[in-house]
């Protein structure tokens, strides 16, 4: 079966290349080019015309909005997931009304991106392989994409606050309690430990031991080095 070609467009070469072992290590995708600029990538998906782009809203000179418009007005056939920090609900709408296939928040891990790709290649196959299809399969098509949506992320842990803590740590000078970035970011000591242990199992985030006056041990967390 033929692999989905991919085009990736991220101005963090750090990033490029995390994002293209991630989709590397999906069955059934290839990346066939990368670009950094909004320029760059256009050059690119006329050149290549791959099935999908993995954009980054952030991006030099024009943002991946402007780009998208740009796609759009220009009806160049490629299918859009944003993968990027951008979490406001303006920011969504407008990608979800210019026809984004997913959205995937920074940080995301390797299990969310895959799920988003493994969507995606569902329905492209789906259909690829018809010329017309009925009402009932294209129900069921979207009924498995919205079952595959909310298990995104373990339960109780939320796409937003997960960014909103993120956030927070990047911009810390030295490792911080729960209860510290809980009064920081406006959130409870017991959620804050929540989200950093599972920030910890997916090595995002270090946790170190230290001791108080009286001796008890106090967990102090940042960003993995």
Do not use: C
Not at 74 to 86: L, N
Not at 100 to 127: C, G, M, S, W
Request: without cysteine; proline residues 3%; aromatic residues 6%.
């Amino acid at each position: 079966m033929k692999k989905i070609e991919v085009v990736l467009i991220e101005d963090d070469p750090m990033v490029q290349e995390v994002n293209r072992a991630f989709v590397d290590k999906v069955d059934g995708f290839t990346v066939t080019g990368i670009a950094s600029t909004d320029e760059e990538g256009l050059e690119k998906l006329k050149e290549l015309e791959p099935d999908l782009v993995l954009l980054d809203i952030y991006i030099p000179k024009k943002n991946g909005l402007d780009l998208i418009r740009q796609l759009r007005q220009d009806q160049i056939d490629v299918d859009i997931i944003a993968v990027t920090a951008a979490n406001d609900i303006h920011t969504i709408k407008t990608l979800l009304r210019n026809g984004v296939t997913d959205y995937v928040i920074k940080p995301f891990t390797f299990e969310r991106l895959q799920k988003a790709l493994t969507q995606y290649k569902n329905v492209y196959h789906q259909f690829h392989q018809v010329k017309e299809v009925s009402q009932e399969k294209l129900d069921e098509v979207m009924s498995k994409n919205k079952h595959q949506k909310k298990e995104s992320l373990p339960k109780g842990v939320h796409e937003h606050t997960l960014n909103q803590i993120f956030n927070y740590l990047q911009n810390m000078d030295e490792a911080k309690s729960a209860e510290t970035i809980g009064t920081e970011v406006g959130l409870a000591r017991v959620t804050v430990r929540r989200y950093l242990s599972y920030l910890e199992t997916i090595g995002k985030v270090e946790m170190e031991l230290t001791y108080g006056t009286i001796g008890r041990p106090i967990q102090l967390y940042r960003l993995k080095r």
